[in-house]
């Protein structure tokens, strides 16, 4: 299966090189190049990509371009994934990615993505729903967020089954079917995960988030 992929940055370099380590794979077919908001969003009502590669920070504004981008994305075109590519670790816009939902969300350095294998993978992971984050931005994220009170260690192996399922964006309905549970015993055992982790909420915003965080932090080597 072909994974179609629409790339947006202002800098050509970057544009350029990411176009020519992706040509390296026959299963990913770059359908456009992009260096605006604007034509980043007329490229994705245009060719329906499975995934977006953006830069945060584009013309018009050099700001948050990235970010609105895939909020847009999330609203008309919810089977498209995106990743974030940055320069540098910025919690703020990591947590408003993430806040939209985990599923088929990413979110990398530059610098880490001139690795042809982890990049493909990484596409791979989104087109498919999953989440991908760098190592150092969870990290960053959790500190963030602050300390909480419970560890990993504390939940059950089908508690980390549901965690595990959580992390890879699918929904209480999905986690219900993969795992053979009803969907009342699926948010039993999410509101079991919350407080053994201290966290509080409901489990459809913050805390399910934070929840992934403190998963891919624990399972993320150095």
Do not use: W
Request: net charge negative; with cysteine.
């Amino acid at each position: 299966m072909t994974i179609r992929v629409v790339i947006a940055d202002d800098n050509i370099l970057i544009r350029a090189g990411l176009q020519r380590l992706l040509l390296h794979d026959p299963e990913i077919e770059v359908v456009a190049e992009c260096s605006t908001y604007d034509e980043l969003i007329a490229a994705v009502e245009l060719h329906l990509p499975d995934v977006v590669l953006t830069d945060i920070r584009m013309p018009p504004t050099n700001s948050n371009e990235g970010v609105r981008a895939a909020e847009h994305i999330r609203a008309n075109h919810s089977g498209c994934g995106v990743v974030l590519l940055s320069q540098y670790i910025e919690p703020a816009y990591v947590s408003v990615l993430l806040a939209q939902g985990t599923k088929g969300r990413g979110y990398l350095l530059k610098e880490r993505v001139s690795d042809f294998d982890e990049l493909v993978r990484a596409l791979r992971s989104i087109a498919g729903g999953g989440t991908v984050l760098d190592p150092k931005a969870v990290e960053a994220l959790v500190q963030t967020r602050g300390s909480v009170g419970g560890s990993l260690s504390r939940l059950t192996p089908r508690e980390t089954e549901v965690l595990k399922s959580i992390a890879e964006g699918r929904t209480n309905a999905a986690i219900a079917d993969a795992l053979y549970l009803s969907r009342k015993a699926v948010e039993k055992h999410i509101n079991s995960i919350f407080s053994k982790l201290g966290l509080t909420g409901n489990e459809d915003t913050h805390p399910r988030v934070q929840a992934v965080l403190l998963y891919l932090a624990e399972r993320t080597p150095e």
